[in-house]
C-alpha cells in the first residue's frame, strides 16, 4: 500500500509563489494610479483657494494679485506640498490672471503624467494638460 505524502511538493509551492507576485505587481500599480488620482485633489483645493483670494482682493484694490505669498496669503505650494503654483497676470491687472498649478520637481506627483498641468483663470475656466477637464478636475 502506497502512502499519499502530506505537504506541498515544489511546483505548487512554485505556482503560488509567482501568482501572489503577479497579484502584488496589479495591486501595487493600481493603488499608485489610486493616490495620484486622490492627491489632485490638492492641486484642485489650492487652485480654488487662489481664485477666491484672488477675487477678495479684486474687491479691495480693482485689480488682480500676482504675488500669493504677500497679498493673497495662500502660499507657493499646495496644503499638502504636492504643488507649486505660478500666477500670470494679464498685461492689465484689473483685466484677469491664470494660477497654474505644476508637481513639485521630485515630489510624489511628478510621477503623474496625465495632468502635469492644472490652472484656473479669473473668469473660472478651469483647463489641464496634457489629458483634458474630465480626467483632472473631477
Same mark, same amino acid.
Given at each position: 500500500?502506497l502512502?499519499?505524502?502530506? /505537504?506541498f511538493?515544489?511546483?505548487?509551492? +512554485?505556482?503560488?509563489?509567482?501568482? *501572489?507576485?503577479? +497579484? ?26 487662489? &481664485? ?14 500676482? &504675488?500669493?505669498?504677500t ?22 491687472? #484689473?483685466? /484677469?490672471?491664470? &494660477? ?5 520637481? /521630485? ?17 473660472? *475656466?478651469?483647463?489641464? #494638460?496634457?489629458?483634458? +477637464? ?5
Amino acid at each position: 500500500m502506497l502512502l499519499k505524502p502530506n /505537504g506541498f511538493t515544489l511546483i505548487e509551492l +512554485i505556482i503560488t509563489v509567482a501568482l *501572489l507576485a503577479i +497579484i502584488t505587481t496589479i495591486s501595487v500599480a493600481s493603488y499608485r494610479q489610486y493616490m495620484l488620482r486622490a492627491n489632485r485633489t490638492d492641486a484642485r483645493a489650492f487652485l480654488l483657494r487662489i &481664485a477666491t483670494a484672488q477675487e477678495r482682493w479684486f474687491l479691495d484694490n480693482n485689480e488682480y494679485s500676482n &504675488a500669493p505669498e504677500t497679498e493673497l496669503r495662500v502660499g507657493k505650494t499646495s496644503e499638502h506640498g504636492y504643488y507649486k503654483v505660478t500666477i500670470l497676470q494679464n498685461k492689465n491687472p #484689473a483685466t /484677469g490672471y491664470r &494660477a497654474i498649478a505644476t508637481p513639485v520637481e /521630485g515630489g510624489r506627483q511628478s510621477a503623474d503624467t496625465d495632468c502635469l498641468e492644472l490652472s484656473i483663470d479669473a473668469t473660472g *475656466l478651469r483647463k489641464s #494638460a496634457p489629458k483634458d +477637464i474630465e480626467v483632472c478636475w473631477r
